[in-house]
């Protein structure tokens, strides 16, 4: 796929917004990844842009290399290069910066209702990015049941035991690649 | 917690670079989120924090924007040896799981017409969306103890997942207009303390 300098400087702004917006992690803003890359822009497909999750997933390290993969997905390493400092230099600028004025102010009553008032958001958040990670498999026929099944296993696992997330990921490829899924 | 004495003093990093590779060690264990490596890192075998202070960090970075276990990173190499610290513990951290990913992605478009890589993959997604909303879920219950209360809690985040996931609103616009009517709500339910 061919992009120019506009498509670059478009991802970059994109993920430069995103980054002060991405209370309670990078993965809570996947749902507008998902609207501006596939919906708006058709730069990637909706298998495309799942499997750019999965394969960070799959990998170790912080989860929000998955943003790197996007990128390199839409335009290679100038993509990665566009998402990655978009997502990461206004959070850590206002990271270092709040840290130091907010540590002094963590008792306040506006610091307090701010956490107390986005807290929710984030939560509402991470469920759905859980559906926006799940739904291109439920919608196909082919893939439901097992896509279902492994969702329902991950989630029975993380609730009820201390089991390693990495063994499920393994559980994950093995029954994907036998074609169970 | 086994093997923590919580008298014994606490240990400082020594350099940036012992910073760098400490935050690559950790990041390189991580598969699947690598917040509990981070704390069993930082708090237990190197005893560079107390764990009130790695729970402090941890709800800071939390509601700053961005990727939390990177601003943990941030916010501990700033503690340690400043702006320069900070950013020796986020390359740490990033650059070589970095590059691990990326190969796999270069790898992942090579072999993406064999099924059973497809099919791997696929499996894989289905779990990576099972462990997103197991956290959502796990994270529920903290919203008893939040001042708007359970009942107001659970009609933000609804119409947070409504918006977003399925009448697929700019988060912009979300965040800005929910988020400050729920702040709003917080402050107005909140004691002055």
Redesign the interface.
């Given at each position: 796929m061919k992009h120019d300098a506009t498509d670059l400087f478009g991802l970059f702004t994109h993920f430069l917004?995103?980054?002060?917006?991405?209370?309670?992690?990078?993965?809570t803003?996947v749902?507008?990844m998902h609207?501006y890359i596939v919906?708006e822009h058709h730069w990637l497909t909706d298998a495309q842009f799942?499997?750019?999750?999965?394969?960070?997933?799959?990998?170790?390290?912080?989860?929000?290399?998955f943003v790197?993969?996007l990128g390199?997905?839409v335009a290679g390493p100038l993509g990665?290069l566009a998402t990655?400092t978009g997502?990461?230099i206004?959070?850590?600028v206002?990271?270092?910066w709040?840290?130091?004025w907010?540590?002094q102010r963590?008792?306040?009553?506006?610091v307090?209702?701010?956490?107390?008032?986005?807290?929710?958001?984030?939560?509402?958040?991470?469920?759905?990015?859980?559906?926006?990670?799940?739904e291109p498999?439920l919608l196909e026929p082919t893939?439901r049941w097992?896509?279902l099944a492994?969702?329902?296993?991950?989630?029975l696992v993380?609730?009820r035991t201390k089991l390693?997330?990495?063994w499920?990921?393994a559980?994950?490829?093995?029954?994907?690649?036998?074609?169970?899924? | 917690m086994t093997g923590v004495d919580a008298a014994a003093p606490l240990a400082v990093p020594a350099s940036r670079r012992e910073l760098f590779f400490a935050f690559t060690r950790l990041?390189?264990?991580?598969?699947?989120?690598?917040l509990p490596v981070a704390q069993r890192e930082l708090v237990e075998r190197r005893r560079w924090l107390s764990r009130d202070e790695f729970v402090e960090m941890l709800a800071?970075?939390?509601?700053?924007?961005?990727?939390?276990?990177?601003?943990l990173a941030?916010?501990f190499g700033?503690r340690a040896f400043g702006?320069r610290g900070?950013m020796a513990a986020?390359g740490g951290?990033?650059l070589?799981?970095?590059v691990?990913?990326?190969a796999?992605?270069?790898l992942?478009?090579r072999f993406?017409q064999y099924?059973?890589?497809?099919?791997?993959?696929?499996?894989?997604?289905?779990?990576?969306?099972?462990?997103?909303?197991?956290?959502?879920?796990?994270?529920?219950g903290?919203?008893r103890r939040?001042?708007?209360g359970l009942p107001?809690?659970?009609v933000?985040?609804?119409?947070?997942?409504v918006g977003?996931?399925w009448l697929?609103l700019?988060?912009?616009w979300?965040?800005a207009g929910?988020?400050s009517v729920?702040?709003?709500?917080?402050?107005i339910r909140?004691k002055?303390?």
């Amino acid at each position: 796929m061919k992009h120019d300098a506009t498509d670059l400087f478009g991802l970059f702004t994109h993920f430069l917004v995103l980054s002060l917006l991405a209370i309670g992690g990078a993965i809570t803003t996947v749902p507008d990844m998902h609207r501006y890359i596939v919906a708006e822009h058709h730069w990637l497909t909706d298998a495309q842009f799942t499997a750019s999750i999965a394969i960070a997933q799959a990998a170790p390290g912080p989860n929000v290399l998955f943003v790197a993969v996007l990128g390199w997905n839409v335009a290679g390493p100038l993509g990665t290069l566009a998402t990655m400092t978009g997502i990461l230099i206004p959070s850590t600028v206002l990271s270092l910066w709040a840290t130091r004025w907010g540590s002094q102010r963590r008792e306040t009553r506006f610091v307090r209702a701010f956490t107390a008032g986005l807290t929710p958001l984030t939560l509402g958040l991470l469920l759905a990015t859980g559906w926006v990670l799940a739904e291109p498999y439920l919608l196909e026929p082919t893939h439901r049941w097992g896509a279902l099944a492994l969702v329902s296993v991950t989630l029975l696992v993380m609730l009820r035991t201390k089991l390693s997330p990495m063994w499920l990921v393994a559980l994950g490829c093995i029954a994907g690649a036998f074609g169970f899924v | 917690m086994t093997g923590v004495d919580a008298a014994a003093p606490l240990a400082v990093p020594a350099s940036r670079r012992e910073l760098f590779f400490a935050f690559t060690r950790l990041a390189l264990q991580g598969f699947g989120g690598v917040l509990p490596v981070a704390q069993r890192e930082l708090v237990e075998r190197r005893r560079w924090l107390s764990r009130d202070e790695f729970v402090e960090m941890l709800a800071i970075s939390q509601v700053l924007p961005g990727p939390n276990v990177v601003n943990l990173a941030l916010m501990f190499g700033d503690r340690a040896f400043g702006w320069r610290g900070a950013m020796a513990a986020l390359g740490g951290m990033l650059l070589a799981p970095m590059v691990i990913v990326l190969a796999l992605t270069a790898l992942y478009v090579r072999f993406d017409q064999y099924p059973m890589v497809t099919g791997a993959l696929r499996g894989m997604g289905a779990v990576a969306a099972g462990l997103v909303l197991s956290t959502g879920f796990k994270l529920l219950g903290t919203l008893r103890r939040n001042p708007m209360g359970l009942p107001i809690c659970l009609v933000f985040g609804t119409l947070t997942l409504v918006g977003t996931a399925w009448l697929r609103l700019p988060l912009a616009w979300v965040i800005a207009g929910l988020g400050s009517v729920a702040i709003s709500v917080a402050w107005i339910r909140m004691k002055p303390r």
